[in-house]
């Protein structure tokens, strides 16, 4: 079809952010759908539905999904031109991209032929600029010049990761909607690599890894905990209408009881809602609630609210989620003072028939992740299924 000013044209497009004199791509494809344009993030497996797209003066926006971001650009027939823009950062910032119509190599359309065989699992160091450190485990699968994966850390994943070998570079990105990321290496030894991360405007860390098949985290069970004297979990938030809700409340006695720490800005908390919103329906009727606990940018309740009902609506969650403060840990421990600290969002606590604490998941591993997430899913329908057997 002939293109006008402001019309995204169907099929694939290679968008490439400028940040950190960096270019971080991904792929974006462009289909009609009930008569209208719809666009999908595509990382990896994974292929994320905008359809909010709205014509704003002579630029299109482009609402990024459940999160409070945008990409508002100028179509011009087979290129776009326009900014990544977050509003919920404490100061909103936007990063300028380019999209080229009908590219569908995320990194190099010619790579030289793949030099090193980076496939398999890795033991990382990540650091920062300030001496600061943190463990991850790398899951790499690569097919000739092609690779995926992802790294494992102790609060959570870093989701899909895909991208290419060239030579002996290694380049994997993404972008979710909420984060961009570009992960490089080259190896430095027969079994290590030297790493590099950026993420969004400002964030860098380097990285170590070196090949092993035993690489192990702390065990995500083990890391939140209620401290000494505590069996019982008490809280009472506002929920989405302003209405107080309270974990003592009569709908939840006698049930088992999954408190979800999330917040609608984070990647890994809608994977997790993605798992339990439809666990939920199914499970409700054997004795089962889910109160997810909303830690909002915003401190403001209107916002906030606005923010998990859209979060809510777009995930289609029947459980109750509540406004419970602000996205930092040290608050929401503040929150749930029986807790020894949160670490992670998000952070899941099962509750037994008897209102007792039985477990506390630390962070979450996503599809992203494979075997890890089918390990965790196993896990979790073991661990519910012994609670919600319990009389």
Not at 278 to 298: A, H, M, T, V
Not at 354 to 379: A, L, M, N
Request: charged content about 25%; hydrophobic content about 35%; overall charge negative.
């Amino acid at each position: 079809m002939e293109s006008t000013d402001n019309t995204i044209q169907e099929g694939n497009w290679r968008v490439s952010l400028q940040a950190q004199n960096q270019e971080i791509p991904f792929l974006m494809q462009a289909k009609e759908k009930d008569g209208q344009t719809v666009l999908y993030l595509i990382n990896g497996e994974e292929r994320i539905l905008l359809d909010d797209i709205q014509q704003q003066g002579d630029s299109v926006k482009i609402g990024l999904h459940i999160f409070d971001a945008d990409l508002i650009a100028k179509a011009n027939g087979d290129r776009m031109e326009g900014r990544f823009v977050k509003n919920d950062t404490q100061t909103p910032y936007s990063i300028p991209f380019t999209a080229e119509h009908g590219k569908d190599s995320r990194f190099a359309a010619n790579p030289a032929s793949a030099s090193y065989n980076f496939d398999g699992k890795w033991e990382v160091v990540f650091s920062d600029n300030e001496g600061n450190s943190y463990n991850a485990i790398g899951v790499f699968e690569q097919s000739g010049n092609q690779a995926n994966g992802t790294f494992l850390t102790e609060t959570g994943d870093y989701r899909y990761l895909a991208g290419q070998v060239d030579g002996e570079q290694l380049r994997l990105s993404a972008f979710d909607g909420n984060h961009a990321f570009l992960f490089t290496a080259k190896p430095s030894g027969d079994s290590t690599l030297q790493g590099q991360f950026y993420s969004g405007l400002t964030g860098y860390e380097t990285w170590t890894a070196k090949r092993n098949n035993n690489a192990k985290l702390a065990d995500a069970d083990t890391l939140t905990y209620l401290k000494e004297g505590y069996e019982e979990l008490s809280f009472t938030f506002p929920n989405l209408e302003g209405t107080q809700v309270s974990l003592s409340d009569p709908k939840y006695q006698g049930k088992v009881v999954l408190v979800q720490l999330l917040g609608s800005w984070c990647p890994n908390c809608m994977d997790e809602t993605k798992f339990l919103a439809p666990y939920y329906d199914k499970n409700k009727e054997r004795g089962l609630e889910i109160i997810g606990l909303g830690f909002e940018r915003s401190p403001q309740f209107e916002a906030a609210s606005k923010r998990l009902k859209q979060m809510k609506d777009r995930l289609d969650v029947n459980y109750d989620i509540l406004v419970a403060g602000v996205s930092d840990k040290a608050a929401a421990a503040e929150a749930l003072p029986a807790l020894n600290h949160v670490m992670s969002f998000p952070t899941t606590i099962f509750i037994d028939r008897q209102g007792k604490v039985r477990k506390i998941h630390t962070g979450f591993s996503g599809p992203g992740t494979g075997q890890y997430y089918e390990e965790w899913v196993t896990e979790f329908n073991q661990t519910m299924d012994e609670l919600l057997a319990e009389k």
